[in-house]
C-alpha cells in the first residue's frame, strides 16, 4: 500500500515578505497610477497643449506676413516661436505640481498613502519623480507637434528648425522641457508646504508669475538696480536663460542649471521637514 501524498498548499505570502516589501519602484508605481488616473493632470497638460501650439502657429505666422522679416537666422527664430508660450505655461505646471499634492490631502488620500510608506520621505521623492517625468515628457510631445505645426509656416521665409545645430534646436527644447518639470516640482513643493490647494497655487504663480514682474516697475530708479540683479535667479528667469528666450541681462547657462537645481533643493527641504513635522 502506497502513501499517497497531497500537495501544501501554497504559501500565502505574509506582510513580512518581500513581496509585499514597500520599495521605492513600488511606490513610483503607485504614484503613477495615482496621477493618470485623475482627470485634473490631462486637463492641466490639454490646456498647455492648446495655448503652446496655438500661440506658436500666431506666432509663427505674424513673422512670415511681412516683408522685410528676419531670412535664415540657422533656426533661431524657429527654436524661439515654439518656446515662446512656456513664458505662460508655467503657470499651468506649477498649478499641476500643487494640485496633486493638496488634492491628496483634501480628500483624505494622503492619510492613505503616510500609512503605507510611514517614512514619509519615500512618497515625497516618488511624487516628485513621477509629476516631473509627467510633464518633461508631455512638453517633449507638445513641442514636437508644434515644430511640426510651424514648420510649414516658418519654411516659408527659410526659417525652419535647423537639427544639424544642436545648439539652436534639440538642446534649447530640451531645456524647455526640463524647466518646466522645475516649475511643476516647485508647485508639488508649495503644495507639501502649505497643504491647501488656493494657499499653494497663489504662492506658485506669485513665484513664478507675479514676481518675475516687480523688477519692471524699478527699471528707472537708480540705486535700486539690485532687483533687477536678484530678478535673474528667480526660477521662471532662470528656465528663460537656459533656453536661451530671456533678454540680454540674463544668467549664463550653467548658473541658470544651478539655479534651477537650488530652487527644487530648497523647495523639497522645506516639503520634507512639514511632511516628517506635520501629520496629515
Do not use: C, H
Amino acid at each position: 500500500m502506497s502513501a499517497t501524498t497531497t500537495p501544501a498548499p501554497a504559501r500565502r505570502a505574509t506582510a513580512t515578505d518581500g513581496s509585499y516589501r514597500l520599495s521605492f519602484p513600488r511606490l513610483v508605481r503607485s504614484e503613477t497610477l495615482k496621477l493618470l488616473t485623475l482627470r485634473s493632470p490631462w486637463w492641466s497638460i490639454a490646456i498647455v497643449a492648446v495655448l503652446s501650439i496655438g500661440f506658436s502657429l500666431l506666432m509663427a505666422w505674424a513673422i512670415t506676413s511681412f516683408d522685410g522679416g528676419p531670412q535664415d537666422d540657422g533656426g533661431s527664430m524657429a527654436t524661439m516661436v515654439i518656446l515662446a508660450p512656456t513664458t505662460f505655461t508655467m503657470l499651468l505646471a506649477v498649478i499641476l505640481g500643487a494640485i496633486q499634492v493638496t488634492g491628496e490631502y483634501s480628500t483624505g488620500m494622503m492619510r492613505s498613502t503616510l500609512t503605507a510608506a510611514p517614512g514619509r520621505l519615500g512618497s515625497l521623492l516618488a511624487k516628485t519623480v513621477v509629476v516631473a517625468g509627467f510633464v518633461f515628457v508631455s512638453s517633449v510631445i507638445i513641442f514636437a507637434i508644434a515644430a511640426a505645426a510651424t514648420a510649414p509656416i516658418m519654411a516659408r521665409k527659410d526659417l525652419g528648425l535647423d537639427f544639424s545645430n544642436p545648439e539652436v534646436s534639440l538642446l534649447p527644447l530640451l531645456a524647455g522641457a526640463l524647466t518646466m518639470a522645475v516649475i511643476a516640482i516647485i508647485g508639488v513643493a508649495t503644495g507639501y508646504i502649505l497643504r491647501n490647494g488656493p494657499g499653494a497655487i497663489a504662492l506658485g504663480v506669485g513665484l513664478v508669475f507675479v514676481l518675475p514682474i516687480v523688477p519692471a516697475f524699478f527699471a528707472a530708479l537708480p540705486g535700486w538696480e539690485w532687483i533687477q540683479d536678484a530678478a535673474r535667479f528667480l526660477p521662471s528667469n532662470a528656465g528663460q536663460a537656459l533656453m536661451g528666450t530671456g533678454g540680454s541681462n540674463q544668467l549664463e547657462p550653467w548658473a541658470a542649471g544651478l539655479t534651477l537645481v537650488a530652487w527644487v533643493v530648497v523647495g523639497l527641504i522645506g516639503a520634507s521637514a512639514v511632511l516628517k513635522s506635520r501629520d496629515a
